[in-house]
């Protein structure tokens, strides 16, 4: 399903709203550990982690079953496991601009299986992972400490814009 997100406001003349086009994948084991989020809450979670940060914006969020995942996190990352996210940034030619981001993949079984065993409201996890993903698209890492600290900061400030707890604070028992 392919949702193309339009601008709701006009700017001031002269002044263009951003356009993206979000192509949101369902794989059929997708849905084999509960429901995966709508494309409409999705495209939410996506507009928020873009606001500011993107002009249009080309990407495809595809939801996985747990053997799509490891068989991807095996063949990009060389790790034989299931994973939450991977994001795979698309490279564009030199001197070449185009709105195309790339893709972001999401195992639904993992996400769920974390969001339970961390405390996590089910949704607020999969926005973290949404959001966490298409920041990897606009260039941001958690390799080097200095640049994690950066983009989970960022994570938190676009989640808290949502309505989401801080992901990264221990919950108190």
Known sequence: MTITIWP???RKKGQRSPVIELDV???????SDGEPPSPGLIERWVKAALHGRR?????????????EIQQLNRTYRHKDAPTNVLSFPFDAPP???????????????????EALAQGKAI????????IHGVLHLLGYDHIV?????????LEVEILAGLGYADPYAVAVN
Request: charged residues 30%; hydrophobic residues 45%.
């Open 55 to 67: 002009g249009d914006a080309e990407l495809a969020i595809r939801i996985v079953g747990k053997e």
């Open 145 to 153: 400490d200095a640049e994690a600290q950066v983009m989970e900061a």
């Open 123 to 130: 949704d607020a996890h999969w926005a973290h992972m949404v």
């Open 95 to 113: 001197g070449v601009e185009l709105p195309m981001l790339g893709d972001i993949a999401i195992c639904a079984p993992v996400v769920r299986a």
């Open 8 to 10: 709701k406001r006009r």
């Open 25 to 31: 994948q369902y794989a059929p084991d997708s849905e």
